[in-house]
């Protein structure tokens, strides 16, 4: 990929810190640095795939796999009331960060709609 690292590719190759939280192959899980709830983990891909909206169908498998995770994290960290996973995309979606990510967010009561 060209052009300049964003912050989480700078995170994949540790030039930045992160509280890590899981890491294999295929993936990371870092603690967001401005929780939205008590528990707020990103989960991505090593991977660089800008959002969803630039995945491809090579990449089905690392995209399951991501939510394998994010429900291995949720069962360690014991969020049994209930959690929620967010990806943001593009502008609309509000993403600021172009590397696919989803959150993990739980340890409090959630609204609908989502702002
Ligand atoms: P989004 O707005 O969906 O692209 O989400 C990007 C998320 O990355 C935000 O929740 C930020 O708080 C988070 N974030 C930005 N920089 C860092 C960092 N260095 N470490 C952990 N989380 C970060």
Redesign the pocket.
């Known amino acids: 990929m060209t052009g300049t690292k964003t912050?989480?590719k700078?995170?994949i190759d540790r030039e930045?810190?992160?509280?890590i939280v899981y890491e294999d192959e295929l993936s990371l899980a870092?603690?967001?640095?401005?929780?939205?709830a008590p528990v707020?983990v990103?989960v991505i891909p090593k991977r660089e795939i800008p959002s969803l909206a630039a995945a491809t169908e090579s990449d089905q498998q690392v995209l399951g796999h991501l939510l394998w995770v994010i429900k291995k994290i949720a069962d360690d960290l014991k969020l049994d009331q209930g959690y929620r996973v967010?990806?943001?995309i593009g502008q609309d979606?509000?993403?600021?960060?172009?590397h696919l990510?989803f959150?993990l967010l739980g340890g409090r009561q959630m609204k609908w709609p989502p702002g």
């Open positions: 912050i989480f700078k995170i930045i810190p992160a509280r870092f603690y967001d640095v401005a929780p939205q707020h990103l967010v990806t943001n979606g509000g993403q600021s960060v172009h990510h959150h």
